[in-house]
């Protein structure tokens, strides 16, 4: 079994939601920092959203996603979540869960594990 373990894609009409869900194992999520990358194909993957580890979460987001998208915790459950409202064909992507002991948000090469992908696809 993975460490990071993502669900919740699928396929939606623009301005449609999704959640993606990332299952952590706990010794994971305790100590690391999490977050969501996508890579659309032909393209460099894009940091998404993150949180960081412990109490405060401090969340951020990419330019592309801010305001559209939420990223929270579930502590009782060790699993990040992905809240992807008003969806744009743009969207469409497989998405990572990624964590990371010192991660720096937007350099994926800093992240320590990842999940298996989800894919989203948004369309008409």
């Known amino acids: 079994q993975g460490q990071l373990v993502e669900s919740g894609g699928g396929s939606v009409q623009p301005g449609g939601s999704l959640r993606l869900s990332c299952v952590a194992s706990p010794s994971i999520f305790s100590n690391y920092s999490m977050g969501w990358y996508r890579q659309a194909p032909g393209r460099q993957r894009e940091w998404v959203a993150g949180?960081?580890?412990?109490?405060?979460?401090?969340?951020t987001y990419g330019a592309a996603v801010r305001g559209r998208f939420t990223i929270s915790k579930d502590r009782a459950k060790n699993t990040i979540y992905l809240q992807m409202d008003r969806l744009k064909v743009e969207d469409t992507a497989v998405y990572y869960c990624?964590?990371?002991?010192?991660?720096?948000?937007?350099?994926?090469?800093?992240?320590?594990?990842w999940g298996q992908g989800t894919q989203v696809t948004v369309s008409t």
């Open positions: 990624s964590a990371g002991r010192f991660t720096i948000w937007g350099a994926p090469s800093t992240d320590d594990y």
């Open positions: 949180v960081h580890k412990g109490d405060s979460d401090n969340p």
